[in-house]
């Protein structure tokens, strides 16, 4: 084995915890963002659905990586200091809150309203309806395109690295720089970064995985 590739691996796992950090807490945010945004969706109050539809449409027509840039910049100067790090998870996490409040929408949307009308003629009350008949229909149709956004998450995370963030992408940069100026001078480049390229792919194909066996679980 190549005398750099055990330092660069040790590398390349500090940085992948990193990822998985900043997956983590940007799929919390967003979700908790989505949940609400298709709360406001549902909402009787006009200036609800407005607020909610003026968020989606917002967020949804910026590139994530100008959010991010955005409230990485802006936040010190309203007197927020954050690092590099919290910033991206909150700008990540505004940005994937828009698309997944999308995907809890449009899940609820698509459950014909005389299923909310009958079971409230059989006695439940609106919430209970809400509960027991809506929400769990909405859950299994919101599972497959909820997860495809979790898996753009966990990709836009490279992202980060922009910012300034020692994420996997962010360390595997950081590597192949000093293998170029160090030694041989040969980078690995190629190396590196088809190792990174492999470490994405898996974790997304587990994340589809993951929803795959939760969906089959469901139709029993």
């Given at each position: 084995m190549n005398?750099?590739?055990w330092p660069v691996t040790l590398y390349l796992g500090k940085g992948l915890?990193?990822?998985l950090w900043i997956s983590l807490l940007t799929v919390i945010l967003?979700?908790?963002l989505g949940l609400l945004i298709a709360a406001l969706s549902q909402s009787t109050l006009t200036f609800a659905r407005f607020v909610g539809r003026l968020y989606v449409e917002l967020f949804r027509g910026v590139p994530s990586l100008m959010i991010l840039l955005f409230v990485f910049f802006a936040l010190p100067q309203i007197g927020?200091?954050?690092g590099p790090l919290t910033a991206a998870i909150i700008g990540l996490g505004l940005w994937g809150g828009a698309n997944i409040g999308e995907v809890f929408r449009g899940a609820l949307d698509s459950i014909p309203h005389r299923q909310e009308q009958?079971?409230?003629a059989l006695g439940l009350s609106a919430t209970e309806a809400l509960v027991f008949v809506?929400?769990?229909?909405a859950f299994r149709r919101a599972l497959p395109p909820y997860v495809g956004q979790?898996?753009?998450?966990?990709?836009a995370s490279a992202l980060t690295s922009v910012v300034g963030v020692s994420d996997l992408l962010g360390s595997a940069r950081q590597m192949i720089e000093r293998l170029?100026?160090?030694g041989t001078g040969d980078s690995h480049a190629i190396e590196i970064y088809l190792g990174v390229l492999s470490i994405f792919f898996v974790i997304c194909y587990a994340l589809t995985g993951l929803a795959s066996m939760i969906e089959r679980r469901l139709r029993v």
């Open positions: 005398n750099w590739v915890l990193v990822t967003a979700t908790m927020l200091r954050t009958g079971a409230r809506i929400l769990p229909q979790l898996t753009v998450l966990v990709q170029a100026y160090v």
